[in-house]
């Protein structure tokens, strides 16, 4: 069972927390991360989604909801350790954008992280519940993905140039 904290419009915790699957409390948002890691030569570790989750089969960098009492750099390094299984060095990377997300379901603040390190994909231990492949892939092979569908997207990728072009 997951519980979330909420905050308002600003991101200032209400003191509230909530059950992943309940509804949003009017006002309210949770923190959801996105992680990108690069091995630093222009390389993304992309996974696929398990078929049972939502959009299924596409392509993501690993990503998910911040729990109760964590903090967004906390659950990106959580996120990372469960569905592929790899310890990230917290002093290799850095938030690069946030921003809120009104439209969502379930809105909630975005914060997209990027990571630079390298390890063998032998290395990937993938969750099945939540990864079923994971990849090295160039921003060409990002871009292929966006233009067929086959790419999770969020907001119109507002920040995949920075990404793309992150150097630590």
């Known amino acids: 069972m997951e ?11 209400t003191g509230m927390t909530m059950k992943r699957g309940d509804p949003m409390p009017k006002g309210g948002y949770h923190i959801v991360v996105q992680v990108w890691i690069t091995d630093g ?15 299924p089969l596409r392509w993501e960098p690993t ?3 911040v729990l109760a009492k964590e903090d967004s750099l906390q659950a990106a390094l959580r996120e990372v350790k ?25 809105p909630g603040f975005l914060d997209i992280y990027v990571f630079e390190q390298e390890f063998p994909l032998e290395e990937v231990c993938m969750q ?41």
């Open 63 to 65: 990503a998910g909801s």
């Open 82 to 106: 469960e569905e592929v299984g790899i310890t990230l060095d917290a002093s290799r990377g850095r938030r690069i954008a946030s921003q809120r997300c009104d439209e969502w379901a379930c």
């Open 128 to 168: 099945e519940e939540e990864v079923i492949a994971a990849r090295w892939m160039d921003a060409d092979e990002i871009h292929v993905l966006i233009r067929q569908g086959r790419f999770i997207e969020n907001n119109d990728m507002f920040y995949l140039e920075d990404v793309l072009a992150f150097r630590l």
């Open 41 to 55: 030569h222009g390389h993304f570790l992309i996974t696929q989604r398990a078929p049972s989750k939502p959009y």
């Open 3 to 13: 519980y979330w904290d909420i905050y308002d419009r600003d991101r200032h915790f």
